[in-house]
């Protein structure tokens, strides 16, 4: 018997919050994807480089969670948990490169809830949007997250 | 060169990206990317929880495969030159796989002194099976 999860989250915005970006967070997350790029790690490189700084690597903003707004949230809206879940797709726009030191607004929504039965059984496919702003409100990145319920 | 400038005047439709190995995974690669992401969803780190999930044991964040193909076109185009990257993740990742990155130049176009070049790319393991499919696009730089 599937699971009934609540699609009336389509629409909710969660609130916004801030991140600041910590240098070393963006050194461990190289480092953890196996990522040896020096604009990435050396400061040296990066106060030489266009940006005065090292810049973080393109899929860096998955870091950038609270949560009251992550998917723990979006589970505890739904009303299911985390053992039913997997991540179907991903997008990142990135307007310019983030950097250690600033700090950025995150504002995510849920967009689109939908079901679909696939060759595993039934799932509800949950589409989020991510806008980060760096804190004059210019948009410097939009996630897009897909997240698969297993019903 | 890994780390070189490509510039768009050197880049063709069905140019391949050069391929990124990575792996074969190990568990301290997933509980370090955990760390660094901030996603300590037990699926990837405790087996028992990922067998009783009906999932067959622990596998890979989807966005670690992710991070690498965006290292892969970080390696060929330069850091900071990603504008969009996105993916379905096709398959599941698993402890010991080796994951290939690849790409193929779909279309280039410039717009206001913005070059852009756009690619499919996908990721696939040690038997050939995608396990990210996608599509990517990059600004470079051009020789003019």
């Given at each position: 018997?599937?699971?009934?999860?609540?699609?009336?989250?389509?629409?909710?915005?969660?609130?916004?919050?801030?991140?600041?970006?910590?240098?070393?967070?963006?050194?461990?997350?190289?480092?953890?994807?196996?990522?040896?790029?020096?604009?990435?790690?050396?400061?040296?490189?990066?106060?030489?480089?266009?940006?005065?700084?090292?810049?973080?690597?393109?899929?860096?903003?998955?870091?950038?969670?609270?949560?009251?707004?992550?998917?723990?949230?979006?589970?505890?809206?739904?009303?299911?948990?985390?053992?039913?879940?997997?991540?179907?797709?991903?997008?990142?726009?990135?307007?310019?490169?983030?950097?250690?030191?600033?700090?950025?607004?995150?504002?995510?929504?849920?967009?689109?809830?939908?079901?679909?039965?696939?060759?595993?059984?039934?799932?509800?496919?949950?589409?989020?949007?991510?806008?980060?702003?760096?804190?004059?409100?210019?948009?410097?990145?939009?996630?897009?997250?897909?997240?698969?319920?297993?019903? | 060169?890994?780390?070189?400038?490509?510039?768009?005047?050197?880049?063709?439709?069905?140019?391949?990206?050069?391929?990124?190995?990575?792996?074969?995974?190990?568990?301290?690669?997933?509980?370090?990317?955990?760390?660094?992401?901030?996603?300590?969803?037990?699926?990837?780190?405790?087996?028992?929880?990922?067998?009783?999930?009906?999932?067959?044991?622990?596998?890979?964040?989807?966005?670690?495969?992710?991070?690498?193909?965006?290292?892969?076109?970080?390696?060929?185009?330069?850091?900071?030159?990603?504008?969009?990257?996105?993916?379905?993740?096709?398959?599941?990742?698993?402890?010991?796989d080796t994951v290939t990155c690849k790409g193929r130049v779909l279309a280039i176009s410039s717009k206001d002194d913005v070059h852009t070049v756009e690619l499919e790319v996908w990721a696939e393991n040690q038997r050939g099976e995608k396990v990210v499919t996608g599509k990517a696009a990059v600004a470079l730089p051009s020789r003019a």
């Amino acid at each position: 018997m599937p699971i009934q999860i609540n699609k009336g989250v389509v629409g909710k915005e969660f609130p916004p919050y801030v991140v600041t970006v910590e240098r070393g967070k963006i050194k461990e997350f190289a480092r953890a994807i196996g990522d040896a790029n020096p604009f990435h790690l050396d400061d040296r490189v990066g106060r030489a480089s266009p940006w005065g700084d090292i810049i973080a690597p393109p899929t860096f903003t998955i870091t950038f969670r609270d949560e009251t707004a992550d998917t723990g949230a979006l589970l505890r809206e739904l009303g299911t948990d985390i053992s039913r879940v997997l991540h179907g797709e991903q997008e990142f726009e990135i307007f310019r490169p983030i950097r250690p030191g600033e700090s950025y607004v995150c504002r995510s929504k849920v967009l689109d809830v939908y079901e679909k039965t696939g060759k595993s059984g039934p799932m509800a496919f949950v589409v989020r949007e991510t806008a980060i702003t760096d804190t004059t409100n210019e948009i410097v990145a939009t996630m897009r997250h897909i997240t698969v319920v297993r019903l | 060169m890994k780390y070189g400038t490509v510039y768009v005047d050197d880049v063709k439709v069905g140019d391949e990206l050069p391929p990124l190995v990575k792996g074969p995974i190990q568990q301290i690669q997933l509980t370090r990317y955990a760390g660094a992401s901030g996603d300590f969803n037990p699926i990837h780190q405790d087996d028992e929880f990922a067998r009783a999930a009906g999932m067959g044991g622990v596998f890979a964040h989807g966005m670690l495969s992710m991070g690498f193909v965006a290292q892969a076109l970080t390696d060929w185009a330069g850091a900071g030159s990603v504008r969009k990257l996105g993916v379905r993740f096709a398959g599941l990742v698993r402890l010991k796989d080796t994951v290939t990155c690849k790409g193929r130049v779909l279309a280039i176009s410039s717009k206001d002194d913005v070059h852009t070049v756009e690619l499919e790319v996908w990721a696939e393991n040690q038997r050939g099976e995608k396990v990210v499919t996608g599509k990517a696009a990059v600004a470079l730089p051009s020789r003019a």
